[in-house]
Every structure is written in structure tokens, then in C-alpha cells.
Nanobody
């Protein structure tokens, strides 16, 4: 059984940075990983995804150029570096594992989320 635990969320001013971590238990080295987010009153949306080896990545247009996704399979951990944060980035961020791509329904495992709040 795969278990995912996010950390690193918090309160930051617009223009600031945060680094989210997703620590996994169980075998995830053969799985793609992804980050999704859900803002108050809105549907869950895709943020970023990375292949099992870490060589292929894709980002939502809203975060491209500002966010960077990486993984360290030796530590069984993935990271989301978020720079130039905007109030529109405020959401609960969820880590997921499964198929590569932007579809939430292709992910098999989910963390419980970490809250990111960006103040203006």
C-alpha cells in the first residue's frame, strides 16, 4: 500500500516562495507523480506531473515558469518549488501517484493535502 504525506504549506506574501514536499511510503519508483490543488469554491485542478524517472515534466499554464517539480527516488520524495507566488495560488495542494499526465482520475494514490495561503 502506498501512502503519501505532504508538508511545507503555510502563509506567504505575494511574490514570495514556498517548497512543498511529498514523502511516500511503499513503492513509488515505477509511478508517475503529480500535484493538484483546490481553491475555495472551485474544482480540483492540475498543477504539475513528473514521470517515474523524472526526465519528463508538464505544468499547468497558470504555473509554468514559476513552479518546478522534481523527485528524488532514493529518498522516495517529490518536491514542488513555488516561486513568485500570487494570491490566485491560494489552495489546498494534493500530492498524487499513478499515471503520467494532468488527469486526476488516472492517479491511484492521494495525500491528504497541505494548505498554501498567499496574501496580497
Amino acid at each position: 500500500q502506498v501512502q503519501l504525506v505532504e508538508s511545507g504549506g503555510g502563509l506567504v506574501q505575494a511574490g514570495g516562495s514556498l517548497r512543498l514536499s511529498c514523502a511516500a511510503s511503499g513503492r513509488t519508483a515505477s509511478l508517475a507523480m503529480g500535484w493538484f490543488r483546490q481553491a475555495p469554491g472551485k474544482e480540483r485542478e492540475f498543477v504539475a506531473t513528473i514521470s517515474s524517472r523524472g526526465y519528463t515534466k508538464d505544468y499547468a499554464d497558470t504555473v509554468k515558469g514559476r513552479f518546478t517539480l522534481s523527485r528524488d527516488n532514493a529518498k522516495n520524495t517529490v518536491y514542488l518549488q513555488m516561486n513568485s507566488l500570487k494570491p490566485e495560488d491560494t489552495a489546498v495542494y494534493y500530492c498524487a501517484a499513478g499515471m503520467y499526465g494532468p488527469r486526476a482520475d488516472a492517479m491511484n494514490y492521494w495525500g491528504k493535502g497541505t494548505l498554501v495561503t498567499v496574501s496580497s
